[in-house]
């Protein structure tokens, strides 16, 4: 499986940003596609995930963004995007997307594939 990220930036406070994430090799039906970040001298830390059950997608949320970002997640397309809004200084960090089978983790060593990261930075 390989997954490639995109959409990081600079933005100022108060803006929004969009990341997507694009699945490509094996992949499989039942997994979950989540968000991580990690900012400098920082553990990772669980954004955002979509488990699919059936025809119906669920997303879950950290405490740190809950009511600001929205997953969504295009099954056909084998993707995942992150809308990021209200960004604030404190939500600077590369962003990972990574996918596991069945449903989602918070925990990033559940994960076996990653992207690469794509880094956001929110200005004051």
């Known amino acids: 499986v390989q997954l490639q990220a995109s959409g990081g930036g600079l933005v100022q406070a108060g803006g929004s940003l969009r990341l997507s994430c694009t699945a490509s090799?094996?992949?499989?039906?039942?997994?979950?596609m989540a968000w991580f970040r990690q900012a400098p001298g920082k553990e990772r830390e669980f954004v955002a995930a979509?488990?699919?059950?059936?025809?119906?997608?669920?997303?879950y949320y950290g405490d740190s963004v809950k009511g600001r970002f929205t997953a969504s997640r295009d099954n056909a397309q084998n993707t995942v995007d992150l809308q990021m809004n209200i960004l604030k200084p404190e939500d600077t960090a590369v962003y990972y997307c990574s996918t596991k089978e069945n449903w989602y983790s918070s925990k990033d060593w559940e994960y076996p594939y990653w992207g690469q990261g794509t880094l956001v930075t929110v200005s004051s």
């Open positions: 090799g094996r992949t499989f039906r039942r997994d979950s």
């Open positions: 979509v488990s699919r059950s059936g025809s119906a997608y669920y997303a």
